[in-house]
Each structure stands twice: as C-alpha cells, then as structure tokens.
C-alpha cells in the first residue's frame, strides 16, 4: 500500500495508453489526483510482483471505472486506488483475496453531507465513541466507500446496504463491521485528520508496523502487506 502527493509525481511513470488519457484531461485538480493515484497503485503493485518498470504497465478504467490492471509480470494482481486532494494511495492484491481502499480528510465543509449520511444505528454508534463527530463520520464514510469499491458498484448503490453495524478498536485500527455484508469488514487507520480504510474478507488480518504521526511518513513508506490468514 503505497501514498504519493502529486508534487513528487511526474508523467514518466505513465504507460503510453495513461499518457493519452491524461492528455484528454482538462482541470488540473483531476489530472493530478489521477498522476497521484497512478504513482501509488504502481508502487504498490511493484511492491507484489516484478515488473519491469511502471510505465510497462496500466491501469485503465473498467466498464464500472474500476481500476483494470495490464501489463508483464502483472499476472492474478488487481489494485484498489483512492486519491483526495492530491494525495493518491493503493492497495494491490492477489486476485483471489480481494480488497477496497478509501482516503478522505476529515472536512468541516462536508460535515453537514457526512452527518445525513448515517444511518439511525450509525448515528447511535458515533454518539457512543469518544471521538470528534466529524472524524467519526468520515471514517464510516471512507469504510463505505471502500467496500463500495470492492464490490465494483461505486456510489451507485442504495448507500443503506453499506451500512456499518460495529465499531471497535484492534490495534491501530479501528474494526468497523458491515450490517448486510457480513464477509467483509473495514480497517481504517486516522492519522491526524486523514481517515485511510481497507475493505477486507472478515478473516483477514492487516499487519501495520508502529504508525509515524503524519500519513505521510505513514504511507509513503510500505504501511503493511496485506496478508490473508482464511
Ligand atoms: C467509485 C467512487 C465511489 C469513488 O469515489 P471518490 O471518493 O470520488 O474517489 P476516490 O478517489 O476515492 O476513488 C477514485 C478511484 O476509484 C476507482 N473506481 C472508480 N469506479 C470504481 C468502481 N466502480 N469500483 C472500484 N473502483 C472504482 C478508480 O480507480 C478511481 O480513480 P481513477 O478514476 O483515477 O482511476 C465514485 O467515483 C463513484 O461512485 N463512481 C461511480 C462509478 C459508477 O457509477 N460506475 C458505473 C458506471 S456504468
């Protein structure tokens, strides 16, 4: 799992086939979410298997916008990506264990947005935590949308089916279960205002080494593997 900022990107890690798609983009916030996006699924998956270079290989949007993984040395990967306001972060997988990946900051400016989102049992839960209401409320949604990648669905679906049942801490993370989707569940990390969440199979457990206190120094570096204990 990898983050970048746009600042540290450039264009040469892009393949032929992303260069051209960044070509047709015409606002500068969107093609630098999409180079920071780049920058840290292709660090991520070089982490899991040998490429070449990362400009031999691609991601390319599927028929729902997932991210579609191509090139050499690639074989049964697949990559989750997540980028806000500038700062992409990744996760790749081996196929057979699937995984969702969100970023958000928390921001005051969305709280209102964030706050009609819960649900009543959500809304319990929050209330329940000793925790600022708008860190609380964006972690839920990152963990949503998480799992909203995961099953390839994005925001298109009834937002009510993603809602989050538990919430408890393990370790690093917090813990957060899924009413309707019983066999997943979301790890998010919260450094300082960023909340960062994994959708995961219920069985898997995520080794984070000792978390520094910046998300930069927490993602840049290899954050944790995700291994697979079914
Ligand atoms: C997917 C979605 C939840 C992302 O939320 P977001 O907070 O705006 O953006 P994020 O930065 O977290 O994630 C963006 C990345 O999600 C990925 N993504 C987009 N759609 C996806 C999907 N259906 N499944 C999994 N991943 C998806 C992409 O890689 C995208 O980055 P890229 O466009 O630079 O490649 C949201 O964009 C959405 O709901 N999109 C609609 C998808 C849709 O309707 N698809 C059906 C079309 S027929």
Known sequence: ??????????????????RQRLARMRHERRRADYLAGRWAAKAAVTHLCAVPEPAAIWLEPGVLH???????GTGDVAVSLTHSQQVGAAVAFDVAHPVG????????????TLHSALTPGEGEITRGLRLDPLLAAT?????KEALAKFLRVGLSIDMSLLEVAAWRTEGEWWRLEYRHVVS????VLAVDDWLLALC???????????????????????????????
């Open 139 to 143: 972690a839920l949604w990152t963990a």
């Open 66 to 72: 997932q991210p579609v993984l191509g090139g050499p």
């Open 1 to 18: 799992m990898c983050r970048y900022s746009a600042q540290s990107t450039g264009e040469a890690i892009l393949h032929r086939r992303e």
């Open 184 to 187: 997943m569940k979301a790890l």
């Open 200 to 230: 995961v199979p219920i069985r898997t457990a995520v080794s984070a080494p000792g978390l520094p206190g910046s998300l930069s120094a927490a993602l840049a570096c290899d954050l944790a593997p995700v291994g697979a204990v079914l």
């Open 101 to 112: 990946i969100d970023l958000e900051r928390a921001d005051p400016l969305r709280a209102g």
